[in-house]
């Protein structure tokens, strides 16, 4: 049962978003970032890219779609003779946007995704996982500006944790 209680939420959260599609309004973005990067108790800088989507429904829930990458310089990580060069990682924000007035809004969410990281020198298996994590943006109705929490559960029982600021730039969408 507690394998199939996530598939179960999951439709029928799709089932609302269904119902609120006529009143559809959608953010598309890019947003760079800098990251507080942390593996295998190593913490470093991350630099970030970020381009996305999201569909905000009538009742102000949204889902969406985004991809992200990462360029990293974990120097203390490099000390142990692993360095790690940058990540990808494909995400699914789902969150609910908090109207201030008609030009500013608040975006909390709960973010699901997979990501994979590139190490020098190359590890014999490689380092993937699932990337969970929260965040909170301040948009207006052009910019975005918000910080993230994520950790990505990655092969030989180590993660990736990233505290993430992020500025981004949201484009009109045909939907709007």
Known sequence: MSKILPLLVTLCSFSTFAQEANNLSQDIY???GY????????????FDGYFGARNIYGNSLFIGGELEG???????????????EYSFSANIPVGKRFKLNDTLA??????????TLQTKPKVDKSLHGVKY????????????????????????????????????????SLLN
């Open 30 to 32: 890019v947003a760079g």
């Open 35 to 46: 990251s507080y990067h942390e593996v295998f108790n190593d913490s470093g800088n991350a």
């Open 106 to 115: 608040i975006d909390a969410y709960g973010l699901i995704g997979y990501s």
């Open 133 to 172: 994590g929260v965040g909170i943006e301040l948009n207006t109705s052009n910019w975005l500006v918000g910080i993230r929490y994520s950790r990505v559960n990655l092969d030989y029982d180590f993660d990736q944790k990233d505290i993430s600021l992020l500025v981004g730039y949201k484009f009109k």
């Open 70 to 84: 990462k360029v990293i310089d974990n120097s203390a990580l490099k000390k142990k003779g692993l360095d790690e």
